[in-house]
């Protein structure tokens, strides 16, 4: 069966077709970063203008790349929810849209079960049980993962999600926008020892995070050393230093309390390249394998729509024939198993 899949929830539009026998077949992705840049943050009206001018065009090159036309297509996934009420309903209309001209069943998917299952698009997938740390622009979660839509919530932010506390640390630091990557890049070049932040909530029990005293941490102490560019990349790479040592030590203590081999690193933090050198290095000692999605399926894509979509539509579900729904919140926990 092969699967269209398109993801709108935020500032992406990707578009991808995945065959439950053969894999990903193509996939066209369109970020919005230039969109947005000019307001330091994504506008969500002018996302979903961007997206709905944007589907036609793009539908045409996954074609194109494909190497078939739309008849081929057995069924449309796209992404009902969480995310931004208007850019959702641009993608999900257009799924929608499609799926009827077609006759072709359509299911609307959980954004974060997208972001989840997408290291499965490797050769390298993970097998179930594993931890998945969900890390986000909206969300932090520890989750343990026994099957598809078979998810326990173990532990998750209890204010600013790891990307958000990246994102707003890089503009209080006057970085611009999109925030992470460029904070990333400019730590590079700084000394994660300059500054010695705390690592929130590692010295108490339990699997939640907060990372806004942190965030704020960091700025108080770049403004203390007179805002200055010398001391930029030092605090950068402190604070990097500080987000990462604590992901990985609440990840250490839910795979012992889980009695899990297996880690997974989804969402858009996953494409960090330090976070991802010391999981490697501190995991790979301790004889657990840790799985990532390429780089370019760790921020939003179609691919992972696509798939997750393709798994749940192969097992019979689908939308209702009538009317569709788009939920900018959405508990995981409501997400159905997979018989
Ligand atoms: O998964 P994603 O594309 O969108 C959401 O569903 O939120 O994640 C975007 C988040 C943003 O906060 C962005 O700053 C962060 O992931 N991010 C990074 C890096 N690349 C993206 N954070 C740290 N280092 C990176 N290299
Ligand atoms: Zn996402």
């Known amino acids: 069966m092969k699967v269209l899949g398109i993801e709108s929830s ?8 995945v065959d439950t026998d ?19 943050g994504v506008v969500p009206e002018l996302a979903s203008r961007d997206h709905v001018a944007r589907l036609p065009q793009l539908l045409e090159q996954l074609f194109a ?13 796209y992404t009902a929810g969480p995310g ?20 072709i069943p359509s299911l609307g998917v959980h954004h974060m079960e997208g972001h989840m299952l997408a290291p499965m698009l490797e050769e390298q997938a993970p097998a179930f049980p594993f931890l998945s740390m969900l890390v986000s622009g909206g969300h932090t979660m520890l989750i343990r993962v026994d099957g598809v839509g078979r998810y326990r919530l173990l532990g998750e932010t209890l204010d600013d999600a790891a990307g958000e506390a990246f994102d707003k640390t890089a503009k209080m630091m006057g970085l611009g926008y999109p925030g992470g990557p460029l904070l990333a890049s ?5 000394d994660p020892a300059a500054f010695g932040f705390a690592r929130p909530m590692t010295n108490r029990p339990g699997l939640d995070f ?15 050393a007179g805002a200055s560019e010398a001391v930029r990349a030092d605090v950068a790479a402190s604070f990097q230093a500080a987000v990462i040592d604590t992901l990985r030590i609440k990840c250490e203590r ?25 999981f490697e290095a501190h995991f790979g000692a301790a004889g657990v394998a840790v799985f990532y999605p390429r780089i370019e399926f760790c921020t939003d894509n179609g691919a992972m729509i696509a798939l997750a979509g393709s798994l749940r539509l192969a097992a019979g579900q689908c939308d209702a024939r009538d009317g569709f729904r788009v939920r900018a919140r959405w508990p995981m926990e409501e ?4 018989s």
């Open 10 to 17: 935020c500032d992406e539009t990707g578009l991808a077709i």
């Open 22 to 40: 053969k894999g990903l077949k193509a996939h066209v992705l369109h970020s919005q970063v230039d969109l947005h840049a000019a307001y330091g």
């Open 65 to 77: 790349r494909a190497g078939h036309g739309p008849e081929q297509i057995d069924a449309v996934a």
């Open 84 to 103: 931004l009420m208007g850019a959702l309903l641009a993608g999900a209309s257009a799924a929608r849209a499609f799926a009827w001209a077609r006759g």
């Open 186 to 190: 400019l730590a590079e070049s700084g």
């Open 210 to 224: 907060s990372f806004s005293g942190l965030k704020t941490a960091a700025i108080t102490a770049w403004r203390q």
């Open 254 to 278: 839910a795979l012992r309390q889980e009695g899990l081999q297996r880690l997974v690193i989804a969402g858009g933090v996953g494409a960090n390249r330090q976070l991802r050198a010391q």
């Open 335 to 338: 997400l159905t198993p997979l």
